[in-house]
Every structure is written in C-alpha cells, then in structure tokens.
C-alpha cells in the first residue's frame, strides 16, 4: 500500500551537512505522521524527527535538537531531512517511517518502514 525509498546518506566529515529524502509511493493519508529513525549496530532503534504529513508541527529527538530539520514537499510525495553540524555519534543507519497519530516517539507504532540509507561521519 505505502512503499518509502530513502536516499542521500554518505560519508562525510564531523561538521559537514547532508539531506537526506524518503520518497513515499502508494496512497497516504492526512492524519499519518512522517518519521525518521536511526540504528547504531548494538543499540536500539533511536527516534530523530517527525512530521505531519498534512501539519506544520515538527517533532525531534533531544540529541539531534537544533541541528537537524524535518521538511516535506507534499507534491512531490517526499520528506527531508536536513542535517547540519553531524557528528560522529550521528552516524547510522537512518530509516524513514510512518504511522498514523499517537506516540510519536515509538518506532513500534510505525507501521511503514523503508529499508535505510547510511550516513557515517569521521571525525
């Protein structure tokens, strides 16, 4: 039904920027929240941002605050994420996913995931 394609992870130096896009295909739906995650190998699942798919209001994790925004271009069926002054402790796995409105923060809420793009940062 809702298929989401990431793209735009690399390898970059500490204090580098990247964007990363996730390309929703299939049918969405007003209410559905857009979210990004991102996986350290030994760690859980970490939540970084998320928006309304239909709303203005933005949500972030405590340790990506300030530094990374959540965009969407609805006519073009995707959603950004915009990463400035990375760090090392950023690097991972990043998986775009959506849910419909609730715990936002909960990657177990999320019923689309993508499959991950990486992003590793040197120091």
């Known amino acids: 039904q809702i298929q989401l394609v990431e793209s735009g992870g690399g390898l970059v130096q500490a204090g580098d920027s990247l964007r990363l896009s996730c390309l929703v295909s299939?049918?969405?739906?007003?209410?559905?929240?857009m979210g990004w995650f991102r996986q350290t190998t030994g760690k859980e699942r970490e939540f970084v941002a998320a928006i309304f798919w239909t709303g203005g209001n933005e949500f972030y994790g405590d340790s990506v605050k300030g530094r990374f925004t959540i965009s969407k271009d609805i006519a073009k069926n995707t959603v950004y994420l915009q990463m400035n002054s990375l760090k090392p402790e950023d690097t991972g796995l990043y998986f775009c996913?959506?849910?419909?409105?609730?715990?936002?923060?909960?990657?177990?809420?999320?019923?689309?995931w993508g499959l991950g793009t990486q992003v590793t940062v040197s120091s």
């Open positions: 299939g049918r969405t739906f007003g209410g559905y929240v």
């Open positions: 996913a959506s849910r419909r409105d609730g715990n936002i923060p909960n990657p177990r809420g999320y019923k689309h």
